[in-house]
């Protein structure tokens, strides 16, 4: 990945489609995050706390640099604390999500866990006063659809609901609203910090949330076999340096209800890498599900 140049104040702005491709290609690697989560031996909290783990060296090479092309600036008054709420609700986030994939499908848990654009729209409104257009709402209301058609497969005769069903689908609900929580905690700090500095900071507060959780909850912390160690990694490297690190450059640049409608992308990427994977074949709704949820990123790339 290389190393951005933007500072504080946005000094020439990036081409559209740079921005645009970034946030699709961070997303993407997100979307393998569900994944690399059922092959790790570890608790789901202490899945997360090496993903940061793995991240953080990357994302401190990406603050140096990013600091040394903008005169070393540092963070702005008032940048702390979205900063430190977006780690919080990421560390929320990531330890609902992975521990949705114990009780359901990742198609289920990637799918709600992708409901975040109608948190992030809603928060954007009434917190940022960015009303939504109504070629946004209306890709909102597409990708929702979409995700419907998606999930509901998961939820009939083949795979019946139970309790333990019920449960990892809330789970995953939960993970949809931290993420969105999370998303307009990184729009906020954007306009005071750079994006590297951002993602560092945030970072580590996740992972000592995320040990904190995981000590709590008396998980394996180390992972067991080098399956284990390379999925942790995977996490940290693809999933979050790449993937988060794309979504918070772009961030920068788009408004927040925009760019949350592109993060539906990473259901259908997972819905795909489980059928590749774990032959978890889609069924014809669901491949309508992922027709919707490309209409809503095209329509959101327009918009």
């Not at 104040?9 to 393998?32: K, N």
């Not at 990013?66 to 560390?91: C, H, S």
């Not at 940022?128 to 709402?137: A, D, M, Q, S, V």
């Not at 997972?270 to 919707?292: H, T």
Request: net charge positive; aromatic share 8%.
């Amino acid at each position: 990945m290389s190393a951005p140049s933007l500072s504080v104040s946005d000094r020439p702005a990036a081409p559209a489609l740079a921005m645009f491709l970034a946030l699709l290609l961070g997303a993407t690697c997100i979307g393998f995050s569900g994944i690399f989560v059922r092959f790790a031996d570890v608790g789901p909290a202490a899945a997360g706390f090496w993903r940061m783990v793995f991240a953080l060296p990357v994302l401190a090479a990406w603050m140096a640099l990013e600091a040394a092309g903008d005169g070393a600036r540092g963070v702005k008054a008032g940048a702390i604390l979205p900063i430190a709420l977006a780690g919080l609700a990421f560390g929320v986030d990531v330890v609902l999500y992975n521990a949705s994939l114990g009780f359901t499908s990742i198609a289920n848990a990637s799918l709600l866990g992708n409901l975040s654009p109608v948190g992030v729209i809603l928060g954007g409104w009434l917190l940022f006063r960015e009303k939504p257009t109504r070629r946004i709402l209306g890709a909102l209301l597409l990708a929702i659809g979409g995700a419907g058609l998606l999930v509901l497969p998961k939820l009939g005769a083949a795979a019946p609901l139970s309790g333990a069903g019920l449960f990892g689908d809330g789970l995953a609900v939960g993970a949809a609203f931290s993420y969105a929580a999370y998303i307009l905690a990184v729009r906020r700090a954007r306009n005071r910090a750079a994006a590297g500095r951002i993602g560092l900071i945030s970072s580590a507060i996740c992972a000592a949330f995320c040990l904190v959780a995981a000590l709590g909850l008396g998980e394996a912390i180390l992972p067991r076999s080098l399956t284990g160690w390379l999925a942790v990694a995977a996490l940290g490297l693809i999933s979050h340096a790449m993937g988060q690190g794309l979504i918070t450059l772009a961030l920068g640049h788009y408004g927040a209800g925009a760019a949350s409608l592109v993060m539906v992308w990473p259901a259908l990427v997972s819905v795909l890498a489980a059928w590749a994977i774990f032959a978890e074949q889609p069924s014809p709704a669901q491949a309508f599900g992922g027709v919707a949820i490309l209409a809503a990123v095209l329509m959101v790339r327009k918009g």
